[in-house]
């Protein structure tokens, strides 16, 4: 009896208890540290995504350019202060540019025969005596001063003309119609808030700075403040209806510590299971919370927290029916998919099964609220059948005339200064209108050896690596060396140069052996690094990258474009989420028939007529995954609706717990329309249309039946 | 009215050319080469008008497509302007007698041993450029 009652009284206090296992798992895993708000943690891993990850890691992704309005000695000065300014930092370094990188420039000389062009000639020694001549003459009286080249006076080498889009001026890189740049790069590892603090203080009207890091802060800060904002105005929403409406402070306190359990529970669940989780996934999280507050709703307004009336057969139905959904759902072979659907059916089942078995021995008391939605009572309960194969009809012709919107980027913050930014760059560095790629091959030698066939090609294409020699070059040239003898050409000049006038030995080094005769280039990565180029390798292979003009057909490369590889990761899973949706609808059928056999088509309309009304309203544009997504989590609470309604003795609190559900949801997530970040907006807007279809068919339909 | 004559005789300092002579040493040919004309700066360029040994126009600006071009315009504007910042950007100075040397940083060390230059006021009295290839040219105002 004594221990009975001990249990009893425990009892009371296991949902505290719950919450705070909980808390302490929470703070000791982190689990939040694992939250990406990074769009790429929306798409599978698979050779493509981790393709756009390698993109992510060149030195160039983390370059940030600063250019100063200006051209006169105030711009130079400016451009040069903010350098000093900073380089303070010690994480941040200035990019070495072509024509100061000592390594490059060592490179390029010892290589010089190899890298330029080489003109084959007639070197007989007529033509050798006239070309000195031509060159004696032109020293002697031409007013521009020139030099002679003593290592190629016959100019057999040729550079090819490289136009470059930065100029330079005052020996400073020089932006046309602008003013004075520098490039900086930051350190591997270094956080890129501070490197972004840094920067972002520099900005003024006269001085424009971007990188690509300024869109993964300034968005990754958006969005966290969004989702904050709609974590607090949920919590601050249930605070206001609950001491406004229901006056309950224990049932307050109570609620909000199962969902905060059950959302802890499930984020601690989808972050042991994968590294990385879109925050999206936690923004649903939230939304699906609203469908387990509904569980609370019914069991409380129809008394079961009052006194003990048994086993709520609706809630356990809708609970049923959102579990099935989620259920077949995680079977899609999409990692955001699959994380959303184990996030919901965690979320959901720790909060049923705490509203459900817990809450009742907690001893809630029934408010006296006189609050009633109003029914015009203009269904007859025989025309919902009417009603249910209308909307049936108006879903199969939507379903059929909708297009999908693939590109992910619109599920971003819009981030417009950013966007003007870079375009405003890539025009001045003749980057517009481009799209990068990714060269990936076994050994760096072939990776050079792609890159300048690639440049061949396409001579409008920036491959940076193109500006290397390849074994194979290097040895199609010495061959061509071999078969002309250069030291007695080099004689020749050496004579003919002397009777021209030139200084006794001025040539002896021409065509110097040790220039031609040089050691094949070896590349290391470090090696290739150290003279500036952008080349990372996994291990296994080693990738650099290139731009080419959009619509560009290249073969063997790997276009950079995050819109195509969502495209194809969501065409992949395509017929998986037909068979779940179909699946998802006949055990919806079936719940519905066991669990609301007295007015399933009124039930069914519950279920059909917000998915309607929201398709309708998002076929206006294609639609997205996100607004997908959100259908589910409609669909998954207008099925509690529809299930609830279905109870002909207590409909008036059904009612009722509807109305509160839905005032909960519609505060928490429909004031999510006014967002400016893709995602959130969509989840706002899906959830406005369904929840105002629920309240139109509430009002307009049949008063208590019984 | 002064503010226009000001603005006339600011404009004449500005624009007006000056008379030069300039020596050549060409190492590879073991050589002195002398040249005669006119210096004009403007804001954003340099007119060299050759009278001897025979009649030529060069013109010089920090855009020039050619390298040489384009570091002669920039020693020679910077030492006419006194503009400190970009000459102790490209090198560093010292003393040498009563002129002063210029001993280049990286970029322009790759062209350029040493400047040695004299002003006299604001007028420039000589400069001379020796290159890495061994070769000099001596400019001269003449009065």
Redesign the interface.
């Known amino acids: 009896m004594m221990i009975g009652l001990r249990l009893k009284h425990s009892v009371k206090y296991l949902n505290i208890g719950i919450f705070l296992i909980l808390a302490v798992i929470f703070l000791l895993l982190q689990p939040y540290h694992k939250l990406s708000t990074n769009l790429l943690s929306l798409l599978p891993q698979n050779e493509e995504s981790k393709l756009l990850k390698i993109y992510e890691a060149f030195k160039s992704s983390h370059e940030i350019i600063v250019a100063v309005k200006g051209?006169d000695?105030k711009a130079?000065?400016n451009i040069?202060e903010l350098e000093q300014r900073i380089l303070a930092n010690d994480f941040i370094e200035l990019k070495q540019n072509f024509?100061?990188n000592e390594h490059l420039?060592s490179y390029i000389k010892k290589y010089q025969f190899y890298l330029q062009n080489f003109n084959e000639q007639n070197l007989d020694e007529t033509e050798i005596l006239g070309k000195l001549q031509k060159s004696?003459k032109s020293?002697?009286?031409n007013?521009?001063?020139?030099?002679?080249d003593?290592i190629d006076p016959l100019k057999l080498f040729s550079r090819d003309d490289i136009a470059f889009p930065i100029?330079?001026?005052?020996?400073h890189l020089f932006l046309d119609d602008y003013g004075y740049m520098s490039i900086f790069t930051f350190k591997a590892g270094t956080n890129q808030q501070r490197v972004y603090n840094v920067f972002e203080k520099e900005i003024t009207p006269e001085t424009k700075i971007f990188g690509p890091l300024f869109y993964f802060v300034e968005n990754a800060a958006k969005i966290k403040s969004e989702v904050n904002y709609l974590v607090m105005a949920g919590m601050l929403i249930l605070i206001v209806l609950y001491f406004l409406i229901l006056k309950n402070a224990l049932l307050l306190t109570n609620t909000i510590l199962t969902l905060l359990s059950s959302s802890m529970l499930a984020l601690i669940a989808v972050t042991l299971i994968w590294d990385e989780v879109s925050v999206f996934v936690l923004v649903f999280g939230m939304a699906i919370s609203t469908v387990s507050i509904d569980y609370m709703f019914h069991h409380y307004f129809c008394g079961f927290y009052e006194k003990k009336v048994g086993f709520n057969r609706s809630v356990f139905y809708g609970f049923l029916s959102t579990f099935l959904a989620f259920f077949i759902v995680s079977f899609v072979d999409f990692p955001f998919i699959r994380q959303v659907s184990i996030y919901a059916l965690i979320s959901l089942s720790s909060s049923y099964l705490i509203f459900a078995f817990i809450y009742p021995n907690l001893s809630f008391t029934y408010p006296k609220t006189e609050i009633n939605l109003p029914s015009l009572n203009l269904f007859k309960a025989k025309y919902y059948k009417y009603f249910v194969f209308i909307l049936i009809g108006i879903i199969s012709f939507l379903s059929v005339i909708l297009s999908m919107d693939l590109d992910i980027k619109n599920l971003d913050y819009k981030n417009v200064k950013l966007k003007n930014l870079e375009e405003f760059f890539s025009e001045k560095l003749g980057s517009s209108g481009k799209i990068p790629f990714i060269i990936k091959a076994k050994s760096i030698d072939t990776l050079i050896e792609k890159s300048r066939a690639i440049k061949a090609l396409h001579s409008e294409a920036i491959v940076p690596l193109s500006n290397l020699l390849s074994q194979e070059e290097f040895q199609h040239r010495k061959e061509v060396f071999s078969k002309i003898n250069f030291l007695h050409v080099r004689d020749k000049i050496v004579d003919k140069a002397n009777t021209v006038?030139?200084?006794k030995d001025?040539f002896a080094h021409a065509y110097s052996q040790d220039l031609l005769h040089v050691k094949s280039p070896h590349y290391e990565i470090d090696t290739v690094r150290q003279l500036g180029f952008d080349v990372v390798s996994d291990g296994r292979d080693y990738f650099t990258y290139g731009l080419v003009l959009k619509d560009t057909k290249l073969e063997g490369v790997y276009f950079i474009d995050s819109t195509r590889l969502f495209k194809n990761s969501l065409e992949a899973v395509n017929t998986e989420l037909l068979y779940c949706g179909v699946l998802i609808l006949f055990s919806i059928l079936l719940i519905l028939r066991l669990g609301a056999k007295n007015s399933f088509y009124k039930s069914l309309s519950f279920v059909l007529f917000p998915l309607a009304s929201t398709l309708f309203i998002i076929s206006f544009n294609p639609i997205n995954i996100i607004q997908i997504f959100m259908l589910f989590v409609i669909v998954s609470l207008s099925i509690d609706y529809g299930i609830y309604m279905s109870e002909a003795s207590i409909s008036k609190q059904s009612k009722r717990a509807i109305l509160f559900s839905l005032l909960s949801t519609f505060a928490g997530f429909g004031i999510l329309i006014f967002s400016s970040i893709g995602a959130l907006f969509y989840i706002g807007e899906v959830t406005i249309t369904g929840l105002v279809s629920v309240l139109i068919l509430l009002v307009m339909g049949t008063k208590n039946e019984n | 009215m002064t503010k226009f004559f000001l603005i006339l005789l600011l404009g004449c300092s500005l624009f007006a050319s000056e008379s030069f002579k300039e020596t050549?040493y060409?190492?590879?040919?073991?050589?002195e080469?002398h040249?005669e004309g006119e210096i004009t700066f403007a804001q954003?360029s340099i007119k060299?008008e050759?009278t001897k040994?025979?009649h030529?126009i060069?013109d010089y600006s920090?855009?020039d497509e050619n390298a040489?071009?384009?570091y002669?315009y920039?020693i020679v504007k910077?030492i006419h302007?006194d503009?400190q910042?970009?000459l102790n950007?490209?090198f560093s100075e010292s003393a040498d007698g009563n002129a002063t040397m210029l001993l280049p940083k990286?970029?322009?060390g790759?062209f350029i041993k040493k400047v040695r230059f004299k002003k006299d006021k604001n007028s420039l009295e000589f400069l001379q450029i020796y290159?890495k290839?061994d070769?000099w040219?001596k400019i001269e105002t003449l009065r």
């Open positions: 051209s000695e130079y000065k040069k024509f100061t420039k004696y020293l002697m009286t007013p521009l001063y020139s030099s002679v003593k100029g330079l001026k005052n020996g006038g030139f200084r001025f | 050549r060409i190492y590879s040919i073991d050589k080469i040249y954003d060299i050759y040994p025979t030529q060069i920090s855009e040489q071009k384009k002669f920039l910077s302007d503009n910042v970009l950007d490209f990286e970029l322009l790759d290159m290839n070769d040219i």
